[in-house]
């Protein structure tokens, strides 16, 4: 019982990791956004809404992307780690 004691554990750090890394690799989007935006000499003088709804389509655009899909793998290797060294520690 003490490794159902281990994998909740496991999974809550993990959690905590899966969402610091996710607002972390968002701001990092966004703030590449912002900056591909202010750095293109033809948008001077464009109004901020529009700047707004660019950035707005771009973090759309990567909630649907890759990189937002392969965070998932901070549950998956661990979990695939963690079954494997059970089965090959109490089966082997």
């Known amino acids: 019982m003490g490794w159902l004691r281990l994998a909740f554990f496991m999974y809550v750090g993990l959690t905590i990791i899966y969402f610091v890394t996710s607002i972390y690799s968002r701001s990092v989007r966004r703030e590449k956004l912002e900056k591909e ?10 109004p901020q809404d529009e ?17 937002k899909r392969l965070l998932w793998l901070i549950y998956i290797l661990p979990t695939v780690g963690f079954v494997a060294t059970i089965y090959f520690v109490n089966w082997h």
């Open 37 to 46: 935006w202010d750095t293109d000499p033809a948008r001077e003088g464009v």
């Open 51 to 67: 700047r707004r709804a660019f950035i707005e389509a771009g973090m759309q655009a990567y909630d649907k992307g890759l990189k």
